[in-house]
């Protein structure tokens, strides 16, 4: 059934209106309502377990040879480490900035209990939940690796800078800066290759951390230790020695670069005691310490939920938005351009029979005489001839 010009002219504006609000939204989703996503998620809750590399060496020394009496200081070897990192989301935390809250443990795991554990530390950050990087406050975060009388943490306030548990959102190829726990410095992470893990682009990135003295960083009891030298096993006999603890790494890390996501991790530890930074006296530990797989296919899986709404919101939502927007407002505006064209409608004589632009007829009366009305030449409308004929034929 045909629509009256009124319903057209209502429709077209409909259209038009519809087509002008999705085109909109189409430019205002990728600009807009991305910037708003494009942040790390308040409800993180991440485990990333990693295990030392079999084919390399895992040196550890053993704690209990430096207070045995008649024992020199002895390293492990070939010891079987795992390297634990719980991270949550702690206040405070809004819209722009959150809290990230890592516990990290280092054990060996041919030791139960707490005899297993090598190294612990809980490390606190707030960052910008866009870029990655710590805010400006300071203190902006802590770390506690000690611990009191009744076995709780002791944090210190520590101004961190430089990225540490994420990248930013369209990670680049260029060198950033990066936050170590133990050594409490920011040195450069830079680029080395983009590559693949399991089919996904990743960016790899290194870092190397420089030899530091951690009794420089911390007053904690194990960075500084005077023993006999023999129980170090060096010469001397009795005499007391002061070591200190130092450690060194060089850090690998692979990012998602659309979204920021470590996807796979790798560290070269490296902590010994010695009297200066150049000579290691007593290997502590060593090793290379990578992403268990079930760490890196679970990091994977977060990446790829993260670059699933990224696309859905930055390509997929636009793009359908802005067909649709632009055939409604071309159909809208076809609409509106032909609603008021339609056959004009024969418009009705008058009473007394006029037409527009004619002459009114005039009716023959019974008593005239009879004529005869002939038609005018060219005259389609001219009535018809009219003859009276005399009532005695």
């Not at 009388?149 to 060198?175: C, M, N, W």
């Not at 609603?339 to 004619?358: I, K, L, S, V």
Request: include cysteine.
């Amino acid at each position: 059934m045909a629509l009256s010009a009124g319903t057209r002219r209502t429709v077209a504006c409909v259209l038009v209106g519809l087509g002008a609000l999705l085109i909109v939204a189409a430019l205002m989703i990728p600009t807009y309502t991305v910037s708003k996503m494009a942040k790390t998620p308040l409800d993180l809750e991440i485990t990333t377990v990693a295990v030392n590399q079999k084919d390399q060496e895992s040196l550890v020394l053993d704690s209990s040879s430096l207070t045995a009496e008649g024992r020199s200081a002895e390293v492990n070897k070939n010891v079987p480490l795992v390297s634990q990192r719980f991270l949550t989301v702690e206040d405070p935390s809004d819209a722009d900035e959150m809290t990230i809250q890592a516990g990290n443990t280092l054990r060996r795991i041919d030791k139960s209990g707490d005899t297993g554990v090598l190294t612990a530390y809980v490390d606190r950050v707030t960052i910008d939940r866009t870029t990655g990087e710590p805010v400006a406050a300071d203190p902006n975060g802590s770390i506690a690796i000690t611990t009191n009388s009744k076995g709780e943490a002791l944090a210190d306030p520590v101004q961190h800078t430089g990225l540490q548990y994420r990248f930013p959102i369209g990670t680049e190829k260029k060198t950033y800066p990066y936050f170590d726990v133990l050594a409490r410095t920011t040195t450069d992470m830079e680029f080395q290759e983009e590559t693949e893990i399991n089919g996904t682009k990743v960016y790899h990135f290194r870092q190397n951390v420089p030899v530091t003295n951690l009794n420089d960083v911390s007053k904690a009891p194990t960075n500084k230790l005077e023993l006999p030298a023999a129980k170090w096993g060096v010469e001397g006999g009795e005499e007391p020695v002061t070591m200190y603890r130092f450690y060194g790494n060089t850090r690998d890390v692979w990012v998602e670069p659309e979204t920021g996501t470590v996807v796979k991790g790798g560290e070269q530890l490296n902590i010994f005691y010695g009297r200066s930074a150049d000579k290691v006296e007593v290997q502590a530990l060593k090793a290379n310490m990578v992403f268990d797989t079930d760490t890196v296919e679970s990091q994977l899986a977060v990446a790829k939920d993260n670059i699933d709404t990224l696309s859905l919101f930055g390509r997929v939502l636009p793009i359908v938005f802005g067909i649709i927007g632009v055939l409604a407002l071309i159909a809208g505006i076809a609409l509106g351009l032909t609603g008021g064209r339609g056959g004009n409608p024969a418009r009705p004589t008058g009473p007394t029979g006029r037409r527009p632009g004619g002459s009114s007829p005039v009716a023959a009366s019974a008593a005239d005489a009879p004529t005869t009305t002939l038609p005018r030449t060219g005259d389609a409308d001219a009535p018809t001839e009219t003859i009276k004929l005399p009532k005695n034929l």
